[in-house]
């Protein structure tokens, strides 16, 4: 992003935390806001200001890199899952193969149009009809679908290939959604060993009991006295 672009975004942002209201009950309603939560922090509004005036392009690579960026060390994210009644098996095992073939070709053919590689659903589908889908064949999958794809003079070798890289971890995500699982473990590599995690994952079953062992943080600490609002003089 450019210099200029930046700036223009941080002026837009300051312009709009500065942006006066429109009427007594936006104003009543921020007032409360900063009266319920007990911090009083009436001139939090400039205040944000002054914190963001000051911000740069690189204090916003930095925050990133810190914060979001995969390779960082103090990076966290939370994960939430679905489970279903009915496991992946039973729901493939009620399901048509060729109904499954056809579902598989459309998501597969709508993701390398994405990158840009041309694909036909149906004959993707029937370069598919001699892999095992349900059974979970990733690599039967990945070999035939690479090998179509490189047929085609219309696709570039160099994106075939990144494609390739790529396929794999997109295909498990398939496959889930059509309610098959994958014949290789989760986490599985070339190798046959999983690679190592650098953080501890914690798996929360029972929300309650966890919110339950959590320490309690301490109360609001209030910004200003609520004191020094106070007016004690008669106004008559």
């Known amino acids: 992003m450019p210099g200029d672009e930046f700036e223009s975004y941080k002026t837009g942002l300051i312009n709009k935390r500065l942006e006066k209201l429109k009427n007594l009950g936006q104003e009543t309603g921020r007032f409360w806001h900063h009266v319920t939560n007990e911090v009083f922090d009436f001139e939090l509004v400039h205040r944000d200001v002054e914190h963001i005036e000051p911000l740069t392009m690189d204090d916003m690579l930095e925050f990133y890199r810190t914060f979001f960026d995969p390779k960082s060390a103090t990076r966290s994210k939370v994960a ?22 056809k579902k598989l070709a459309e998501a597969l053919a709508g993701v ?117 609002f106070e007016e004690s003089e008669s106004k008559l």
Do not use: C
């Open 112 to 228: 390398l149009s994405q990158l840009s590689l041309q694909a036909d659903v149906s004959a993707l589908s029937q370069r598919l009809e001699k892999v095992d889908i349900a059974g979970g064949d990733t690599d039967g999958i990945v070999s035939a679908v690479g090998t179509y794809l490189k047929e085609d003079p219309g696709n570039k070798p160099e994106q075939v290939d990144g494609a390739m890289e790529q396929a794999p971890a997109v295909l498990a995500q398939i496959l889930v959604q059509l309610g098959i699982k994958a014949k290789k473990g989760e986490g599985e590599v070339e190798g046959g060993k999983a690679p190592e995690k650098k953080n501890k994952t914690v798996f929360i079953e029972d929300v309650k009991a966890w919110k339950a062992s959590l320490p309690l943080s301490a109360g609001p600490k209030a910004a200003r006295e609520l004191s020094e």
């Open 80 to 101: 939430i899952h679905m489970i279903a009644q009915a496991s992946a098996e039973a729901i493939a095992e009620k399901s048509d193969p060729a109904e499954q073939r």
